[in-house]
């Protein structure tokens, strides 16, 4: 990812639980971006993929590469969902979905250790290859299959089946997916709540005015 000067993570919790929001609504609009045309836009896709594989980021805003604009995509769903703009229904249920995971992950034990395990592994390969090589994205798409994939609650990829069966396709999909359950596991540690989704949305359009 080209350089970005480090822009200070904002002190206010509404605004900290928006970014990694963000994250989570960026990774449902590459997967449906992925699985239409497949092809995404490589800032918004270095962006997950990095906060990924960096299981100890330095601070907060190091996790997103230091810039809100690097969540730019996701931030534009989270306008979507507030009701500002027109919102495409498959990647807000990709997203809510997401969400969903989590709170299943967050709470199988046995998965979480095992789930760290694999991102530790994938974090040794990205110091060697760099976080974006093929080799990379292949075992972060692994290591969703092994783990979230597992539950019954399964998030179904639509789009161009042609494409979807592509070379290193499925493994980009699931790697989408990876970051968005990172994302959300970061918006759950800052105090989001899905009831806060419905009940607070004023709360939340005052984060995304902060943010630019």
Known sequence: MSATPIHR???SQAARQALAL???????SLVDELARTGQVDPRAWET??????????????????????????GLETLEALVGRKQANPVVLRYGFSLLLL??????????????????????GQAEHFGSTHENVIASL?????ETISTFKTRIVVQGDPS????????????????AGIRFALLWHQQGGRRWKLVFQRKALRRALDSLG
């Open 22 to 28: 963000a994250g989570v609504f960026q990774s449902a």
């Open 48 to 73: 997950l993929i990095n906060a990924t594989v960096d299981t100890n980021p330095a601070s907060f805003e190091a996790i997103y590469g230091g810039h809100p604009n690097n969540l730019r995509r």
């Open 163 to 178: 494409l979807l069966q592509t070379r290193m396709m499925p493994e980009r999909v699931r790697a989408c997916l990876m």
């Open 141 to 145: 798409g692994d290591a969703y299959q």
């Open 102 to 123: 989590m709170n299943k992950l967050r709470t199988d034990r046995h998965m979480m250790e095992l789930l760290g395990q694999k991102l530790s592994h994938v974090q």
């Open 9 to 11: 993570a904002p002190d």
